[in-house]
């Protein structure tokens, strides 16, 4: 039986989409998606393909995920891990994991995840939530909201797109890295922010209990935070997201020289744990 030793375990407010009334310069939301407790895994597709990273993983379906007991529930809580127990042939397609696709897409919002718990910042794991636009990528874009590989102790913010966007980073916490966010001329590095916390990732996350990463995506610019479970607004715990209680991001991804409406088109919401791939492979044997 799979161990869920390495696992995200999502609150009760798991995810909330809202869509966006825009007056001047204000933005104000109402409540369009809520993905929950028992109702969490009805608003997700399982993929089971190749991983798209290369990782050494095998990604499972919903029956095999929930059987075997690589899904589950706590208390107002979704939460899934991968297969901790076995040993994996370094011959075979990789070690059994979830990953979840939203069935629903979308363009513009405010979009919030509180989350308990992750894989920790172990030796090849690379966990990830983030959005994909449809098309082949990079087309429509890709935004990380959650990234982290190997021991690393702090979160990642990331854009990937297709060419013609660079951007600027006006107002924001977090350390700018990269710049160009095309594929085509930029590379698999994408435009990137590194952290101003250092309870965003792994480890020291869960050691705090978590807490609530948020995204506000407009025509004219995407801004990500991370609340720690003792720090989250008010008006997220009410239930009334005010952005103006926010304070300064730790990422702001800003628009004025990427055409935002035409980079990041009808995304989905992932989940995910891989091991080794594209950003964690110089650990692999090490795992495996």
Not at 245 to 255: N, S, V
Request: a negative charge.
């Amino acid at each position: 039986m799979p161990s869920l030793s390495l696992i995200l375990t999502l609150g009760t407010a798991v995810l909330l989409t809202l869509s966006p009334r825009i007056s001047a310069q204000t933005y104000s939301y109402a409540l369009e998606d809520t993905f929950a407790g028992s109702n969490f895994y009805d608003n997700f597709n399982f993929y089971d393909g190749a991983d798209p990273t290369h990782g050494f993983v095998t990604y499972v379906n919903e029956t095999f995920a929930s059987t075997s007991g690589l899904t589950g529930f706590g208390t107002n809580t979704a939460k899934w891990g991968v297969d901790a127990t076995n040993v994996i042939s370094t011959t075979s397609s990789g070690r059994l994991s979830v990953r979840l696709e939203s069935k629903n897409s979308y363009n513009h919002g405010l979009f919030l995840a509180d989350i308990k718990h992750m894989p920790g910042s172990i030796c090849g794991v690379w966990p990830a939530f983030w959005t994909l636009g449809d098309g082949t990528w990079p087309a429509h874009g890709e935004l990380d909201i959650i990234e982290g590989v190997n021991t690393n102790s702090a979160n990642q913010f990331t854009a990937h797109t297709a060419s013609n966007c660079t951007m600027s980073f006006p107002d924001q916490t977090g350390p700018v890295l990269t710049t160009d966010c095309a594929v085509s001329t930029g590379g698999t590095a994408g435009c990137a922010v590194g952290s101003s916390k250092s309870n965003d990732y792994g480890t020291n996350f869960n050691s705090n209990g978590g807490g609530v990463y948020a995204m506000q995506w407009t025509s004219a610019f995407i801004k990500l935070w991370f609340f720690p479970r003792n720090a989250i607004p008010a008006s997220i715990t009410a239930g009334t997201p005010d952005v103006t209680q926010f304070g300064t991001p730790q990422a702001d991804f800003d628009g004025a020289s990427c055409s935002i409406d035409s980079h990041f088109v009808n995304h989905r919401l992932i989940f995910d744990t891989t091991f080794c791939g594209k950003s964690a492979y110089e650990s692999c044997a090490l795992f495996r």
